[in-house]
């Protein structure tokens, strides 16, 4: 019997997204389209550990009875499923640590006990107790020297036999991390395979990058979790873009293997296919989600199949053994940039059915808002592929997507594929990164090397990038993290304790002071910053729809039905009820006829549709936007939908709670 078989009987969900198939799928059936109306909160646990930008992303797992999720601080909680009862908590931050901005979208289970990312590590703790038994280094057996490294695990992967296999998250400027596929053999705490993503010399690919990149770049890693066929022993690896993300003068090539996905033997590591997506990105389209393995039909017999949808709003399937396309793909030539230094690739692919679940071009039209209108027409926007430029260049769908980590759900009887999507359009601008060598202002070293990211202002564009504008922790704390970074951070002690120090005095609020800075210097450019194209209102600066949701049948490539998702509450109340807005987190669908789904934003809803029409059949307003993929499960009888309520995006409020319903 295989692993989705035994899951349905168990009536669990057992891992992230409910299975390594990772299709979402529930074959429980006591709540239905008929008395889904009729739900109500079963439970509710509040961890109490939100604060000012935390975000809790985490897809929970259900095991015998018990739930394990963790909270925005990280802690891990063990709940009773049926009850919300705490039965134990871990927190693996050091006491009285400041709360940090982190993510973590799952935790694991393998015999007994419950794993999960934090910082660098994967923490091993018993089910049971709680207790930790022990723990992982990521950053070890990078080939790299490990105190120079970004990694982080924030998204779990999946397990074959006693083998964990896993990415990581680097960071996307230089200096970067390798992004090595690693299988660990939990017996053992031993790296089993790695799998190189930057070819070493004498590996499929070496020759799409300079020859030293594998020991010099990083990124082309795994952040959006995997999929895994139990059966035939494949799992299906979707990697991102490389770093730096948006100027890749240093890495000329089709960069095999960034933005790709892998089909790796999942014993071995052994490449058996391989799909890129987008050759030399320079637009940060990494990989946005596990993909869902399907079966479809294809003249009256069923084909297993591997369906990636991406950030460009594209869904891709495959045959899970040959790696070819399903769908009629369409090469088309693509223009040159004209940016110094920078060769994009001439031609690039995409799929000419199924048509884009995003609109792919932002056009004056488009735009009711007269001023960005005018902003619109200074800039570059021509859809996909237009490079990025001094000017600015609109990414449409954005830098989140189109699609988005929650990923697809999948119906394995009615084939039908349900995708969330955002159509927020983006500017992306690229200046400039002035000399960072030798003598410098602290200002200077810092419009070189970090505002990228936190703006020439140094407003940054927060939550995601915090603003610099008041730095208050203490200096000792500040300089430790430019040293070592945190989270999407690089670490900068390449800069050299000097320019560390000079920084740091600078940023909180010192004299503008000469530093020596050992910076490698290295590329031209860099960009002004994430951002969105928005309204003098904050609202996107595009006709809506904003966010959607898509049921696609992947026996035709055809829309079965496609509906804004999600309000601004303030709108709505004017009559304005399908705008759709942005949305972060999955759907789940199930055999009774159901999607559910959270992931709006604003309006904090989690929703049930109707899985065959997307008519809306309940809602109801959570403490704080889910965003987060659902989990369902059936315990003593009684079927349960739970999600977490963490909030934190788009500025938005946070929380720290977990929710449970059931009917009465
Ligand atoms: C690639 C993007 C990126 C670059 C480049 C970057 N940072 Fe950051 N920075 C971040 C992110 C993301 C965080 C939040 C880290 C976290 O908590 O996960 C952060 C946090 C910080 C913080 C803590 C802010 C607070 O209030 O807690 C400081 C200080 C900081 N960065 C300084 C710098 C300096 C100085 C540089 C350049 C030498 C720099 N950063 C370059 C992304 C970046």
């Not at 006491?95 to 994967?122: C, D, S, T």
């Not at 394995?412 to 159509?423: I, K, Q, S």
Request: charged residues 20%.
């Amino acid at each position: 019997m295989d692993l989705l078989a035994l899951t349905l009987l168990a009536q669990a969900w057992p891992s992230y997204h409910g299975g390594p198939e990772n299709i979402k799928y529930s074959t429980l059936t006591q709540i239905t389209p008929a008395n889904v109306a009729q739900l109500k909160v079963a439970w509710r646990f509040d961890s109490g550990d939100e604060f000012e930008g935390s975000e809790q992303q985490c897809n929970p797992i259900i095991v015998d009875g018990v739930m394990f999720a963790t909270t925005p601080k990280l802690r891990v909680v063990a709940l009773d499923a049926a009850t919300g009862a705490q039965k134990w908590a871990f927190d693996p931050n050091k006491p009285g640590a400041k709360p940090f901005k982190r993510r973590n979208r799952g935790v694991m289970y393998w015999r007994g006990q419950v794993l999960f990312g934090f910082e660098h590590w994967i923490i091993r703790l018993d089910a049971k107790t709680g207790q930790e038994v022990g723990r992982l280094n990521l950053k070890e057996g990078l080939g790299r020297d490990p105190e120079r490294l970004t990694v982080n695990a924030t998204t779990p992967g999946v397990i074959y036999q006693d083998l964990l296999i896993t990415g990581h998250l680097t960071s996307e400027d230089l200096p970067s991390s390798p992004g090595d596929i690693r299988a660990y053999d939990l017996k053992t705490g031993k790296i089993a395979w790695s799998f190189h993503t930057i070819p070493h010399p004498g590996e499929v690919g070496h020759d799409t990058w300079p020859a030293d990149s594998w020991k010099l770049l990083g990124g082309a890693n795994n952040w959006a979790g995997m999929a895994l066929d139990v059966k035939r022993g494949i799992v299906y690896v979707p990697t991102g873009s490389a770093a730096f993300d948006f100027y890749g003068a240093n890495r000329k090539g089709d960069n095999l293997f960034a933005n790709t996905l892998l089909a790796l033997d999942a014993k071995t590591g052994k490449r058996r296919w391989h799909f890129q997506f987008v050759k030399h990105d320079v637009w940060d389209r990494d990989l946005p989600t596990a993909p869902s393995l399907v079966t479809v039909r294809r003249n009256g017999k069923p084909v297993d199949a591997v369906a990636q949808i991406t950030k460009s709003g594209h869904l891709f399937l495959f045959n899970r053994e040959t790696g070819e396309s399903l769908f009629p793909l369409a090469e088309r030539d693509v223009p040159p940039s004209d940016v110094d230094g920078e060769v994009t690739a001439a031609k690039q692919v995409l799929p000419v059915k199924p048509e884009a679940f995003a609109r792919q071009r932002l056009t004056a039209d488009m735009v009711p808002d007269p001023a960005l209108k005018e902003k619109l027409s200074k800039v570059r926007s021509n859809g996909q592929w237009i490079p990025p430029s001094l000017e600015g260049t609109v990414i449409f769908p954005g830098f989140d997507g189109g699609g988005e980590w929650g990923g697809a759900s999948f119906d394995p009887e009615t084939r039908l594929l349900y995708v969330n999507a955002n159509e927020m359009p983006w500017v992306l601008r690229l200046v400039p990164r002035p000399k960072a060598r030798g003598i410098a202002l602290a200002s200077e070293v810092y419009a070189s090397q970090c505002a990228g990211c936190h703006r020439a202002d140094r407003k940054g564009t927060p939550p995601e990038f915090p603003s610099l504008e008041k730095v208050t922790r203490p200096a000792a704390e500040v300089e430790k993290l430019i040293s070592t970074g945190a989270g999407r951070m690089p670490g900068y002690a390449q800069l050299g304790e000097d320019a560390v120090k000079g920084l740091t005095a600078w940023l909180k609020g010192g004299e503008d002071a000469l530093v020596r800075n050992a910076a490698i210097g290295g590329l031209k450019y860099s960009t002004d910053g994430y951002n969105k194209f928005l309204d003098a209102n904050g609202y996107p600066g595009v006709a809506p729809p904003w966010g959607t949701l898509s049921a696609i049948n992947l026996d035709t490539g055809d829309y079965a039905w496609k509906i804004p998702l999600g309000e601004f509450p303030e709108l709505a109340a004017q009559g304005r009820k399908d705008t759709g807005t942005e949305n972060y987190g999955g759907s789940i669908v199930t055999k009774s006829g159901l999607l559910f789904i959270a992931a709006t934003n604003h309006d904090k809803k989690i929703r049930a549709f109707d899985k065959l029409s997307g008519k809306l059949l309940w809602e109801y307003t959570l403490p704080a936007a889910g965003n987060a993929t659902p989990a369902m499960y059936q315990l003593n009888g009684k079927q349960y939908l739970v999600i977490g309520a963490g909030g934190g995006k788009s500025k938005a409020p946070t929380g720290g709670s977990y929710i449970a319903f059931a009917l009465p």
